[in-house]
């Protein structure tokens, strides 16, 4: 079935740093790519997310790059601070059914 | 954004009893609804996917005599576990959708379940 891989599962930089996290889907239906972000116990928060016909997508201090070629996606953050700490999941879903396929997501700890 | 409630926000229940999740979308119609489950340190598990008025669909390896789900209207759904056991216990999260209303999916603010 569809799955999607996100790498790496824990990241850990120093505070003011850039993070990168990247994900690969299966299913080349696949044309909407949200970016979660949960913190514990509580619900994932859209943070950004880029629809199969554009490239790129920058909001502030957050940007998602795609590349529909090598089924791939990463998000970047900037200038990170430490209410960035985190877990980020990636997601990709079809029109078909909207149906969220979830990475398995990646712990953010920034280092003061 | 669309405003999703759930309740409760955690519970705690004796193995062999049941437990009523309720999921509401209190802004928008829902027509869909995605069950998720979150065992700690792993991502959101998709349980069952529901229509407004039909039966819902379950993802492999969920119990559907198990995980009772009704979604008799467009602003309500509720997830009853049956029997639970300690194993059950988990972070269970609604996600309601509305058809044609866009790609963004929303979230309930997600339910504590803990069974002793």
């Known amino acids: 079935g569809e799955n999607v891989e996100q790498h790496p599962s824990t990241l850990s930089v120093q505070e003011g740093d850039s993070a990168v996290i990247k994900c690969t889907y299966s299913?080349?239906?696949?044309?909407?790519f949200p970016w979660y972000k949960q913190e514990l116990g509580k619900r994932p928060q859209l943070i950004i997310d880029?629809?199969?016909n554009v490239g790129e997508k920058k909001d502030q201090r957050i940007a998602v790059t795609l590349n529909k070629t090598a089924k791939h996606f990463s998000l970047h953050i900037t200038e990170t601070q430490p209410e960035d700490s985190a877990v980020y999941f990636c997601?990709?879903?079809?029109?078909?059914?909207?149906?969220?396929?979830w990475g398995a997501g990646t712990k953010l700890i920034i280092k003061p | 954004g669309a405003v999703v409630s759930q309740h409760p926000s955690w519970v705690i229940c004796k193995s062999g009893t049941s437990v009523k999740i309720e999921c509401r979308s209190l802004?928008?119609?829902?027509?869909?609804m995605f069950w998720y489950r979150q065992f700690p340190k792993q991502s959101l598990m998709l349980m069952a996917t529901?229509?407004?008025?039909?039966?819902?669909?379950?993802e492999q390896g969920v119990e559907k005599d198990k995980f009772l789900i009704n979604h008799a209207s467009l602003t309500l759904s509720t997830l009853t576990v049956t029997s639970a056991h300690p194993e059950d216990s988990s972070f269970y999260i609604c996600?309601?959708?509305?058809?044609?209303?866009?790609?963004?999916?929303?979230f309930g603010p997600g339910t504590r379940l803990t069974v002793t």
């Open positions: 299913d080349s239906a696949s044309n909407y």
């Open positions: 997601a990709a879903s079809r029109n078909s059914n909207y149906q969220l396929i």
């Open positions: 529901s229509n407004e008025g039909s039966k819902a669909t379950y």
């Open positions: 802004d928008f119609q829902a027509t869909t």
């Open positions: 880029i629809r199969s």
């Open positions: 996600s309601p959708y509305q058809a044609l209303g866009g790609y963004e999916q929303y």
